[in-house]
């Protein structure tokens, strides 16, 4: 066991050697920019090999239009934001701080492996391959979530970068490729399995607010939720997914708002924990001397 330990890149360490440190910041960095080069160029470029027929990101994204398509702006925006986050990331592991150094470390091995699937997830989504692009954005998503629920007290820099907006955006990827992969999207079926799946980015958005505190995640499903409002909206006006998805990011915000004033006020951290006031502390000891 303890030998599957040592090999296991996986596995949850206090600390890390000279050498390990030197892998994560070269695959860091090769991975990342594999992952930037392939979705920049794919944003507007259509793949020319290959017997499918295929297209850009976004082309794909309006051809095969469902109830989860994504407004092309907001979504490359979001896309932008994420990579600057990651890249931010990635300097921690080139930290003087020997702390922050093995906080970066300890996520770095699920970090690679986030880049890696999210460059085949473009590659087959391009020349719509549709169904294995949907399991290995499943698999992402189980890879994220073991990162996100194993290392949920890294400071929010290398929490966003490399947790929270990729799961976010991974779990919004689910329903708008599986949706583009189901047959009939536009039927009337459909549209209603549409109308009520929606509603699970709430709750989902909710589950890591209130319980983690966590409002990195709820400000990256609330624009994720607005990009497909506005997608909704200008597609189809008379329907109820815009409506639902601009409820969500409503809700989703005012949440958000909710859990990180105090954070950034100091009166809490980021995962909820609530700071004494200086003030207090100082004349505890006194008061327990009276």
Known sequence: ????????????????????????????????????????????HAPTDGKYLGGSIWHQNYHHYSGFTQNAVITSIYFVVMFILQ??????????????VNAAASVGSHFILNNLLHFAWVMLFVRSHFVWSEII???????????????????KLIHAGAVSWPLAWTFVAIYWNGAIMVPHQHSLVARIFANVFIWSLLGYGLFFIFLYKDYTMGFALSVLSASLGVAQFFRQIIAFQWIFAFTIMSVLFVATVLVAVPAWTGREDFFGNRREPVGDAERAPLLADN
């Open 87 to 100: 890249l931010i990331y990635t300097s921690h592991l080139f930290s003087s701080d020997a702390t922050t």
């Open 1 to 44: 066991m303890d030998r599957f330990h040592q090999i296991n890149p996986f596995a949850k360490r206090d600390s890390h050697t000279t050498a390990s440190i030197t892998t994560y910041k070269v695959l860091s960095l090769l991975t990342w920019l594999l992952s930037v080069v392939t979705t920049v160029y794919y944003d507007t």
């Open 137 to 155: 954005l499943i698999i992402n998503f189980f890879n994220l979530s073991s990162l996100y629920f194993r290392h949920a007290t890294y400071t």
